[in-house]
């Protein structure tokens, strides 16, 4: 059982002026490199991120991507699969015991090569699982606000909607964070910049898109996230690091739509033009290999709310909802880490004790990860009576 690193070296601490904690600081080696958290960021509210370069002996400073963990009383840190690193925060209130920082993922060597600088990513470690969101896309027109409404309407406590973002001003009676997260245009084009949005579109002048974070804050209070989005915003979704269930809703025929369109009797004949257009444009895109998961023909409205609920295993569940009950979840201060395989044991008991109390903390469901959460930890509690050994 290998301990995790120790709290960083008096050395290693030279070429730093600020007065820092000793233990708040952990150091963990990657390769040539060692990573120091601790101490704390720019903003004195986060926890700090310093990489040592071991082979030139150069400090850098990484810029640090994702929801970003508070200081707290200390922390371990355990290096898992060379590519992130597990922080243990202690002292912590249930829900913010666990992060990660991610050093060499995916989305941190796409996030590299488009800044041309050192990136690193913090992403939120939560217990239990939650139910995939759902990307709902479909030509105008062809029913998918009225399928969303039926699933809305029958399963009020499973599903919600994300709040999107936009750089348009609040218009009377719009609240923030209710109707839109109103922001500033700058803001917004460096979150979309640090791979912080699924999707976003310039409309009239403005930017509207669809964050990451709000569609994790849907996740995170037990619903499954509906997004409702064109083909565009579909594929930006598939090429993320969210993991999704993508429905496209078509209609029987062209023909079929058209005539729904005019039905309507809300729009001028130029709109209604523009609008079949698109439609056309939607569906060539709609059957593009490895895009949607499943394809839904709106032929007869009730027999495809049938066929979607069959989709998302509704059918006889009632909807329940995908929260995993309260866990508590109590990390002293005094505590060490360490691993085997893909668990993490946490032995919360002083040294020297004969019966200690250790948690087992199962990394091998893990999924989702930064900008977002990574989700899919489980953990069980484990009696060391000294004489016995982990399997």
């Keep these: 059982m290998g301990e995790a690193p120790a709290f960083i070296a008096d050395d290693l601490l030279g070429d730093f002026d600020e007065e820092i904690d000793m233990k708040c600081l952990t150091a ?22 310093r990489i040592l370069d071991k082979s030139t002996g150069e400090w850098v400073i990484p810029t640090v991507l994702g929801t970003r963990p508070k200081p707290s009383k200390g922390h371990s840190a355990i290096l898992l699969n060379e590519d992130r690193i597990l922080t243990i925060k202690e002292d912590s209130a249930d829900g913010d015991c666990f992060w990660f920082l991610e050093v060499d ?3 941190i060597r796409e996030q590299r090569k488009k800044s041309g600088t050192e990136v690193v990513a913090w992403s939120k470690g939560v217990l239990g699982d939650a139910g995939k969101p759902i990307v709902i896309s479909g030509p105008s027109g062809v029913g998918k606000g009225t399928l969303i409404a039926k699933l809305m309407k029958e399963f009020p406590s499973t599903f919600g909607f994300s709040v999107s973002h936009t750089t348009r001003a609040p218009r009377e009676k719009e609240q923030n964070a209710v109707h839109y997260h109103f922001t500033q245009r700058s803001f917004m084009e460096e979150d979309i910049k640090n ?5 976003f579109a310039s409309v009239h002048g403005n930017l509207y898109g669809t964050s990451i974070e709000a569609v994790e804050v849907v996740s995170d209070a037990g619903k499954r996230c509906i997004l409702d989005i064109d083909v565009q915003g579909a594929r930006s979704v598939r090429a993320s690091t969210l993991e999704a269930i ?9 023909e079929e739509l058209e005539k729904r369109l005019r039905a309507r009797g809300t729009e001028t004949e130029e709109q209604i033009q523009k609008r079949l257009r698109n439609a056309k444009a939607e569906l060539e895109q709609g059957n593009s290999p490895g895009l949607f998961d499943h394809i839904l023909v709106n032929d007869d409205l009730e027999n495809c709310y049938a066929h979607l609920k ?21 990390i002293p201060l005094d505590h060490s880490v360490s691993k085997i395989e893909q668990k993490i044991m946490i032995d919360c008991g002083a040294k020297g004790q004969v019966s200690r109390n250790v948690l087992v903390l199962d990394l091998s469901a893990l999924r989702g990860g930064a900008p977002g959460r990574t989700r899919g930890l489980k953990f069980h509690s484990w009696k060391n009576s000294g004489d016995q050994q982990l399997s």
């Design 28 to 49: 963990v080696n990657v390769g040539n490199r060692t990573y120091v958290i601790g101490g704390t960021d720019e903003s004195k509210l986060t926890i700090g991120v």
């Design 105 to 107: 993922t995916p989305f």
């Design 195 to 199: 791979g912080k949005f699924l999707e």
């Design 246 to 254: 993508f429905i496209f809703v078509c209609p029987p025929s062209f």
């Design 310 to 330: 069959e989709l998302l295993d509704l059918n006889g569940s009632g909807g329940v909802s995908s929260k995993s009950p309260p866990i508590s979840v109590d």
